[in-house]
């Protein structure tokens, strides 16, 4: 399974690769797996803003409808709309095309409460 290094992750699945004051927010391979085929995803707003581990948008799929929290604190900078007529990228590249929102950081600190690539991996063997 794809778990790439630079990447921070949390306990609910969701993946982020900070840039600076930037977060781009995203699914891991494991939750598009868990999920199945993604049918349709409900982007946030540009400009909601959202604190960390609250929803940020929700994902639906042949097997269910489940959220996506966001792993950082910020203001929702960005979304990807090659999702609303290609949701399936979630499940083809999770990590590239498949990204789903970028934030503006509010507080970078938090990524302490993240795990990394090695701390997310043994989280997975765990569950």
């Known amino acids: 399974m794809d778990i790439p290094d630079g990447v921070f992750y949390t306990?609910?699945?969701?993946w982020v690769k900070v840039e600076g004051q930037m977060a781009t927010v995203g699914i891991t391979a494991?939750?598009?797996?868990?999920l199945g085929d993604i049918t349709f995803v409900e982007?946030?707003?540009?400009?909601?803003s959202v604190k960390q581990f609250d929803g940020l948008c929700s994902i639906e799929s042949?097997?269910?409808?489940?959220?996506?929290?966001a792993p950082l604190s910020g203001k929702v900078a960005e979304v990807n709309?090659?999702?609303?007529?290609s949701p399936e990228l979630?499940?083809?590249?999770?990590?590239q095309q498949g990204w789903i929102a970028k934030l503006e950081i509010s507080d970078l600190d938090e990524k302490?409460?993240?795990?990394n690539s090695a701390a997310y991996r043994a989280f997975l063997e765990k569950i």
């Open 30 to 34: 494991y939750a598009q797996e868990q």
């Open 11 to 14: 306990k609910e699945h969701e």
């Open 43 to 48: 982007l946030p707003e540009i400009g909601k």
């Open 112 to 115: 302490a409460n993240l795990m």
């Open 62 to 69: 042949v097997k269910a409808a489940s959220d996506v929290y």
């Open 81 to 85: 709309k090659e999702l609303e007529t």
């Open 90 to 95: 979630i499940n083809s590249f999770p990590f």
